[in-house]
């Protein structure tokens, strides 16, 4: 199964939902979210350890990093619904 080439990172869920229900199993878009989480996760790790050793708060950095997450926009939320 190709899924298994490219290693989960931590937080990546056993299995991905489709927007109207079910389950993707299409295995090259499950590589690509692999390839872009872990992408994701290795640029986080290393803005973080660069702020603490900057003596940021690590909790404030962490704040900081959850609002970026919080206040990314879906572009195609009105193609993918169908509206």
Known sequence: ????IITR?????????KIGGG???CDESVIVLR???QEI???CQEA??????MDVSE????????NIIKGLEN???NLREGK
Do not use: C, G, T
């Not at 199964?1 to 298994?4: E, L, P, S, V």
């Not at 973080?48 to 050793?53: C, R, T």
């Open 9 to 17: 990172v931590l937080a990546e869920p056993e299995e991905w939902n």
């Open 23 to 25: 389950v993707m199993d």
């Open 48 to 53: 973080l350890e660069d702020a603490i050793l």
């Open 35 to 37: 390839e872009s989480l």
């Open 1 to 4: 199964m190709i899924k298994n």
């Open 75 to 77: 572009p195609y939320h």
């Open 41 to 43: 996760e290795i640029m």
């Open 59 to 66: 909790h404030q950095f962490r704040e900081v990093l959850q």
